[in-house]
Each structure stands twice: as structure tokens, then as C-alpha cells.
């Protein structure tokens, strides 16, 4: 069963920066879709920016400019920079190939960003 586990989130002040990173289990990381995603008190599970097993990226609007998502299959990880952090974007983070977000298993504790004066 292909495991995720995020880390590097924390408390950063509105305009400053963190670097997130998900380790993955598994032999097959280079072949998968990678998303993060995140969660916000009281509201659904959002789909924030994508890379492919080719390097395509794309991002949810709301963080274009600001975050970048990449990729080290030699070490299994995915990352999130994320710069010009906002209130809004307070919420847990998690990492998750695209092929398996459907399945509950897939999912790991994810890693709590808070941004705030």
C-alpha cells in the first residue's frame, strides 16, 4: 500500500515562506501524479497544485504566483514552496498521488500550516 508522510509546516506569519515535503513509499514514486492538497477548518478537501510524472504543473488560482510544486524522485519526495503565505492559507496540508486520492488508506496525518499575526 503506497504511504505519503508530510512534513515542514508550522506557525509563519502572514508574507513569510515554508517549504513543505512529503515522503513517499514505494518503488513506482517517479511514474506518479503528485497533488497537494489542504484542508481548512469547516471546509472540503482542495486541490492546490499538481505535478505530473512528466513535470507538468498546474496550480489552484488562489496560489498562483506564490507556491511551487516539485519533485526529487531520487529521494521519493514532493514539495511545496509556499512564499507570500496568507491567512487563507491556514490549513492541513497533505500529499497524495492523483491515482490514489480515492482510497482512504492513501492519505497520512498531514502537516499543519497557520499563518497569523
Known amino acids: 500500500q503506497v504511504q505519503f508522510a508530510e512534513s515542514g509546516g508550522g506557525l509563519v506569519q502572514p508574507g513569510g515562506s515554508l517549504r513543505l515535503s512529503c515522503a513517499a513509499s514505494?518503488?513506482?514514486?517517479?511514474?506518479?501524479?503528485m497533488g497537494w492538497y489542504r484542508q481548512a477548518p469547516g471546509k472540503e478537501r482542495e486541490l492546490v497544485a499538481t505535478?505530473?510524472?512528466?513535470?507538468?504543473?498546474n496550480y489552484v488560482d488562489s496560489v498562483k504566483g506564490r507556491f511551487t510544486i516539485s519533485r526529487d524522485n531520487a529521494r521519493n519526495t514532493a514539495y511545496l514552496q509556499m512564499n507570500s503565505l496568507k491567512p487563507e492559507d491556514t490549513a492541513v496540508y497533505y500529499c497524495?498521488?492523483?491515482?490514489?486520492?480515492?482510497?482512504?488508506?492513501?492519505w497520512g496525518q498531514g502537516t499543519q500550516v497557520t499563518v497569523s499575526s
Open positions: 514505494g518503488s513506482f514514486f517517479s511514474n506518479y501524479h
Open positions: 497524495n498521488a492523483l491515482h490514489t486520492a480515492y482510497l482512504r488508506n492513501s
Open positions: 505535478i505530473t510524472s512528466g513535470g507538468i504543473i
